[in-house]
């Protein structure tokens, strides 16, 4: 998992960015638990900045060293409480960020191995597609320390797994291994902790790389109204999306003098 850095690499706040083949690569460089220093553990303008460059097909997000994230720094919090500090102003931001994560018009696949605990869990459940490796493990913890996930945790992880598995899985602050995450759909797919890396990219190659952009957009589009419009509404937005893909399609198969291919 652990690359050399590359000249077009950029650095923020403990998270790389570079692109490779189209495809954002997010790295959380904290080792060698990758903790997360505050909620807002990235500036939402530089997430956005990285994120609409001109050509991205993809995002991957993975993390440096032996673990994902163990979390946020519980020390830090209790701190900034201490201090007075606007800490639901941070929340809310640290909520930002993986809403937009969430909403892109692009996949997002994680990469996870080792620990994924608390505010890392958040952040895996924000992505689109989940891989671990074998030695993964999963939970919430913050029960024991007299609060809860705090950055949409609550919420996502109740949509994957359902209100009883949800409840035990905050409540008991439970520990769960990866072949237990993968039956709660928390996630969907496991394989080797030294293939990780590979898997997660060649998947999201695969997916995108002779993909156009605005079908890639288009599929992503239609699939978030799915879960946030009505039925009625998502279907008639689907509509609306394959007729422009079609027409531009015909124009470009017009220009091209290429009639052929069947699709009905």
């Known amino acids: 998992m652990q690359r ?4 077009e690499m950029e650095i923020m706040d403990n998270i790389t960015w570079e692109i490779r083949d189209n495809i954002g690569i997010l790295t959380l460089n904290n080792p060698p638990e990758n903790y997360l220093d505050r909620p807002d553990f990235l500036p939402i303008n530089t997430l956005k900045q990285w994120t609409s ?3 991205l097909k993809g995002v ?4 440096g060293g032996k673990h994902f994230s163990a979390g946020g720094k519980l020390e830090n919090l209790f701190k900034m409480i201490s201090a007075n ?7 809310e931001a640290g909520k930002s960020l993986l809403d937009h994560l969430e909403n ?5 696949v994680v990469a996870i191995q080792g620990i994924c605990f608390g505010g890392g869990l958040e952040i895996a459940l924000a992505c689109h597609i989940r891989i671990c490796s074998e030695n993964a493990l999963f939970a919430f913890p913050e029960i024991n320390s007299g609060i809860l996930p705090g950055l949409g945790g609550t919420l996502r992880v109740h949509e994957l797994t359902g209100f009883p598995a949800s409840m035990k899985m905050i409540l008991g602050g439970d520990m769960i291994n990866a072949g237990e995450a993968l039956e709660l759909k928390l996630v969907d797919y496991i394989t080797t902790k030294s293939g990780l890396f590979d898997h997660a990219f060649s998947l999201l190659k695969k997916m995108t790389y002779d993909r156009p952009l605005d079908v890639i957009h288009g599929v992503m589009q239609a699939l978030q109204n799915s879960r946030k419009l ?4 998502a279907m008639l937005q689907e509509t609306r999306i394959f007729c422009e893909l079609a027409l531009a399609e015909a124009k470009k198969r017009d220009a091209s003098g290429d009639a052929t291919g069947r699709m009905f």
């Open 4 to 7: 050399e850095n590359s000249p």
């Open 53 to 55: 460059e001109e050509g």
């Open 60 to 63: 991957l997000f993975c993390a």
């Open 85 to 91: 500090e606007d800490v639901s102003a941070r929340m």
């Open 104 to 108: 892109l018009n692009i996949p997002i």
């Open 230 to 233: 009505s039925r009625q509404e």
